[in-house]
């Protein structure tokens, strides 16, 4: 398959374009600052993004910024910052992208288990990812011809949490959460939470 994947340079999205060039699918890596690029917080780049981008058989976004902080200390900008990055952004890849995905083609979005679990101090993040559940539930009812849309819920990743100074050792590493997206990528499911093995709501 040709796959496009947005955030290729991040922790998730570097395990996942590393895993697909692995079992062989031709893939497009994506941030801001490769060519073609993309900010997907901003619909002109999107726009121009599809213009430069010939048609894929899928659409990975491992990308999109959202705040952490007490309900009681988040500002109006920590929690619009959510909304118009990591939950706008994935879907304005969808709309403005359904001409470029072919037919039979998925889209495969990024949420995360706060939607599931949270902790204190994630709600900002956690209303996004429960956003892009419900828009991709509703949304695969939309798109035609084959075409299909989950959204990928992964937990905290061992090196995220390292680079937190957390304990890694609860956590998957960025390999093994790659593995979800391939099964969310070369699968049936549509319009579905897919999870990491081991991870998912109990
Ligand atoms: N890591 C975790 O523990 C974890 C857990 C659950 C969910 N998630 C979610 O997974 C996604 C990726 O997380 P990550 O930790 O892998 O992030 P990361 O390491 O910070 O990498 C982000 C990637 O996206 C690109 N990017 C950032 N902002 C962008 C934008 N506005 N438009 C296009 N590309 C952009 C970055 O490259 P450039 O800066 O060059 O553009 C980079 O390639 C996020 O939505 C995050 O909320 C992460």
Not at 53 to 66: F, H, I, M, R
Not at 163 to 186: F, H, R, T
């Amino acid at each position: 398959m040709k796959i496009a994947v947005i955030g290729a340079t991040g922790t998730i999205g570097k395990a996942v374009a590393g895993l697909l060039s692995n079992r062989r699918h031709d893939v497009i890596s994506v941030s801001r600052s490769t060519r073609p690029g993309v900010n997907i917080d901003d619909p002109a780049s999107i726009d121009a993004f599809y213009s430069a981008l010939d048609e894929v058989d899928a659409l990975v976004c491992a990308a999109g910024s959202a705040a952490f902080g007490h309900l009681s200390d988040l500002t109006d900008e920590q929690v619009r910052l959510g909304i118009d990055s990591k939950l706008m952004g994935q879907v304005n890849l969808v709309r403005k992208g359904m001409a470029a995905l072919r037919p039979g083609g998925v889209f495969v979005l990024t949420g995360g288990m706060l939607a599931y679990s949270p902790w204190p101090g994630t709600a900002a993040v956690a209303l996004v990812n429960a956003g892009l559940e419900g828009f991709v539930r509703a949304a695969a009812l939309d798109l035609e011809q084959g075409r299909r849309i989950v959204v990928v819920h992964p937990p905290l990743v061992a090196e995220t949490a390292a680079a937190m100074g957390m304990d890694p050792a609860p956590w998957p590493a960025a390999s093994a959460v790659a593995e979800a997206y391939l099964i969310a990528l070369e699968g049936k499911l549509t319009g579905k939470p897919v999870f990491v093995a081991g991870y998912g709501p109990t």
